[in-house]
C-alpha cells in the first residue's frame, strides 16, 4: 500500500482500498448514490403509475402513451454518453448532481404538461437526467468499494432504483386515492432538489478519479484522513506523499476503442445484448402492468399494488445476487438468476387472473429480473480501468437502454390489439432467454482467459470466484 524511499512516500491507493475496512465514508457514498439512484427508479415508474389516468386527462388511448416511454429511455442514452464521457474528464460527482437536478426539472413540470408534444419534450429531458446519473453514481460506488465486497455493494446501492420502482406504485396509489395523480410527480421532483443540495456538501468526488487526474497530493489526503484517519497534515510536506493507482492514468477523451481493448470487446458486445435484453424485460413489464391488469378487470390501485411487488421482489434480489456474486462465483451465480427469470417470466402465462399467483409471480420475476441487471453491471463496471470506467459503464447501460427504447413499443401494440394477460407477459420470456445465452457464453469466455492467465484470478475474500 505504501513505499518509502529518500523520504518520499508513494501511496497505492487502490490497494489501500481493497485492504482497509470500510469506514463511514464510503458507507456515506454507498448510501447517497441509492438515495439518488431511489430517485432514478421512482421517476422511471412514475409515468407507468399514472398512466390509465393520465390519458384519460389527455383524451388520448393509453397506447398513444407508448412514446412518451420510449422517449424517456432514448433521452436515457443520449445522457448516457453526454454524462459518461463528460465525467470521465470533470469527474463523477458533479455529473451526478447536474444529472439528478434535471430529473427533478422534468418531475415537477410533468403535471403541467397539456398536450402530448409536451409530455414526451419533458420525458426526454427527464431521461437525460437519469441517462447521467445512474452509470456516475455506480461508477462513484465502484471506485469507493474494496474489491472483496465490491459487487454487493454495487448491487446494494443499484437497490435503490427498484425501492424507487416500487415506491411510485405504492405511494402512486395513495396519492391517486387521496391528493390526485399530480403529487406523484411534485413528490419525485421536491426530495431531489433537497438531495443535490446535500450531495453538494456531503458527496465526495471519486477518490481514484482524484488520483487519475493528478489532484494535488493534499486534496487526495485530506479525503483519506476523512475515510480512514490515515496522513496527516504533517505527513503530506514531510514525506511527500505520491498516490498513484494499480492502473496507469488515462489522458484525454475516452474512445470507444479503449472500451474494447485488452480482451474486454466480446464481454462488452455480449452484456450490451444481455443488458438490451434484460431492460426490455424489465420496461415491458412495468411499463403496461397496471394498463393491462386494468383492461382484465382489476382497478388502478389494485394494479399499482401488484405492479409494486416487482419492484420489491428486485429490492430483495438485487443485494441477495451481489451478496452471492462475492461469496462463490459471479458468472454462475448470475447465470442462475437468468435461468429464474426466464422461469418465472413465463410462469406469468399461468398465474391467469389469480391476484394471488399473479402476486407471487410478479415479486420472483422482479427479484431474478432486476437482480440480474445489478449483477451484470457490478461484474462488468470492475473490468473497465478507472480511467474508462464510467464510459464503459456508459456504454452498457446506453445500449441496455436501446431495450427500454423497444420495450413499451412492444407493449403498445400489443395492448392495442388487447392481448391476453398470460399472452403478454409469456412473450417476454424470449428475451429472457437471449440474455440467459449471452450469459452462458460471458460464463464460458472468463473461465478460457483465467486458464490462459491473460486475466488475474480473484483474491482475498473473492478467492472463490468474486472477481470473475
Known sequence: MADTKNGRMTVNVTELIDNSRVSGLQRLVIGLCAVLLFFDGYDIASLSTVLPLLSETLKVKPSSLSFAFSITSIGILVGNFIFGSLADRFGRKWMTIIATLICGIGMLMTPFAGSLQSLFLLRFFQGLGIGGAMPNAMALVSEYSPKRSRSFMMTLAFTGVPIGGASAHFLGAFFIKNLG???????????????CLVSIFALPEAIQFMVNKSYSPERVAALLRRMYGKFTAADVPEAEVRFVLSEAPSKGKVPLAEVMKEGRAGLTILAWIANFMGLMVAVYITSWFPTVLRQNGIPVTTGNQIAGLFQLGAVCGTPLIGRMMDRFTPTRGLLYAYVASVVFVFSFGFAGKSLVLLAIVTFWAGFSVYGTQAGLLAFIGPRYPVAIRATGLGWVFAIGRAGHVLGPIIGAILVAQRWPLSQMFMAA???????????????????????EGKWDPPTGAQATGGAH
Open 181 to 195: 395523480w399530480h403529487w406523484v410527480f411534485y413528490f419525485g421532483s421536491m426530495v431531489p432538489f433537497a438531495l
Open 429 to 451: 420470456a424470449v428475451p429472457a432467454l437471449i440474455a440467459t445465452i449471452c450469459m452462458v457464453i460471458i460464463k464460458s469466455i472468463v473461465q478460457k482467459r483465467e486458464k
